[in-house]
Nanobody, 124 residues
Framework: QVLLVESGGGLVQAGGSRRLSCTAS????????MGWFRQAPGKERDFVAA????????YYANSVKGRFTISRDNTKNTLYLQMNSLKPEDTAVYYC?????????????????WGQGSQVTVSS
């Protein structure tokens, strides 16, 4: 069982930056591929970014490519999402997820564990 706890959400103005963190406990963090997803009110949970176990391979949704950066520190059991040039349409609850063998890292069903979510609100 892996417990994931997100932090770093809050209110930010359009054009600003925010860094989300996701701290894992209860499992071998370095063995899991990690992902960030987000869910806006009334919408489905969508893929944002993912990173493989060693951090060498990263994947991004087109909507955030060039603005968001996913990274991980396996020594600290922590996943990060650096969000720059934020837009009002980035407003959502952001979830981190862990998958032991997620062949398709952009697929929501590929992940085994989820955090409770962190609200990010971008004001215009």
């Amino acid at each position: 069982q892996v417990l994931l706890v997100e932090s770093g959400g809050g209110l930010v103005q359009a054009g600003g930056s925010r860094r989300l963190s996701c701290t894992a406990s209860g499992g071998a963090f370095s063995r899991y591929a990690m992902g960030w997803f987000r869910q806006a009110p009334g919408k489905e949970r969508d893929f944002v970014a993912a990173i493989r176990t060693n951090g060498w391979y990263t994947y991004y949704a087109n909507s955030v490519k060039g603005r968001f950066t996913i990274s991980r520190d396996n020594t600290k059991n922590t996943l990060y999402l650096q969000m720059n040039s934020l837009k009002p349409e980035d407003t959502a609850v952001y979830y981190c997820a862990a998958g032991l063998n997620p062949g398709d890292v952009i697929n929501i069903v590929a992940y085994d564990y989820w955090g409770q979510g962190s609200q990010v609100t971008v004001s215009s």
